[in-house]
């Protein structure tokens, strides 16, 4: 069973820096691809970042691109989001998702991505990261 749980959310001023976790088990991440996501009170879900199963291959939204930076520690089992510069449009739920592809598709290191929220089979609780101006 895959379980997905985050960490590392708090209130930080504008300018400042977070960095998110997700810790998870059950869940080999060359299987398939792993992002983050976020959602504000009222607005819609929203990717933030994702990473491809090559642990390699980053992808982010336009809001977030040269702020934000999406890893892995494969040896910790643990995906992180990098956090700078933040803003108090930042301020929302964040959310860990994983998606378990078939072998034919993991090589389409952007698929998650362009597929978007419903590509993800599994996501965690969320954090809340809030920002204050």
């Known amino acids: 069973q895959v379980q997905l749980v985050e960490s590392g959310g708090g209130s930080v001023q504008a300018g400042g820096s977070l960095r998110l976790s997700c810790a998870a088990s059950?869940?080999?991440?060359?299987?398939?691809?792993m992002g983050w996501f976020r959602q504000a009170p009222g607005k819609e879900r929203e990717g933030v970042a994702g990473l491809g199963s090559d642990g390699r291959t980053t992808s982010y939204a336009d809001s977030v691109k040269g702020r934000f930076t999406i890893s892995q520690d494969n040896a910790k089992n643990t995906l992180y989001l990098q956090m700078n510069s933040l803003k108090p449009e930042d301020t929302a739920m964040y959310y860990c998702?994983?998606?378990?592809?078939?072998?034919?598709?993991?090589?389409?290191?952007?698929?998650?991505?362009?597929?978007?929220?419903?590509?993800?089979?599994?996501w965690g609780q969320g954090t809340q990261v809030t920002v204050s101006s």
């Open positions: 998702a994983a998606a378990k592809l078939a072998f034919w598709v993991r090589p389409r290191q952007t698929y998650c991505w362009e597929t978007g929220s419903r590509a993800y089979n599994y």
């Open positions: 059950g869940y080999t991440y060359n299987s398939g691809c």
